[in-house]
């Protein structure tokens, strides 16, 4: 599927934490497009949101780690939705 055919500018894709490289690739493909044919929207960080990674030897804040707990109980929600 070739996400720039259907995403607007309005919308937010949930990631899970491998994806990071291929969104930036996703939004350079998505300027090339729109430079091409307006039809095509830019997109930015902004409409990504994906775990905060941790790096070595430092420990997340209170604030990263609150949101790495909600946006995995947010994606645990959505999984459940596809069980059956």
């Known amino acids: 599927m070739k ?9 937010c894709i949930a990631c899970d934490g491998g994806y990071n490289l291929f969104i930036k690739k996703l939004e350079e493909i998505c300027k090339q497009k729109h430079g091409l044919n307006k039809k095509y929207v830019i997109l930015n960080d902004n409409n990504f949101v994906y ?18 707990k909600t946006f995995g109980s947010f994606r645990s929600g959505i999984e459940n939705q596809f069980l059956f």
Do not use: A, H, Q, V
């Open 3 to 11: 996400l720039y055919n259907i995403l607007s500018k309005f919308d």
């Open 51 to 68: 775990p905060i990674r941790k790096d070595i030897g430092i420990e997340l804040t209170s604030t990263e780690d609150r949101f790495n």
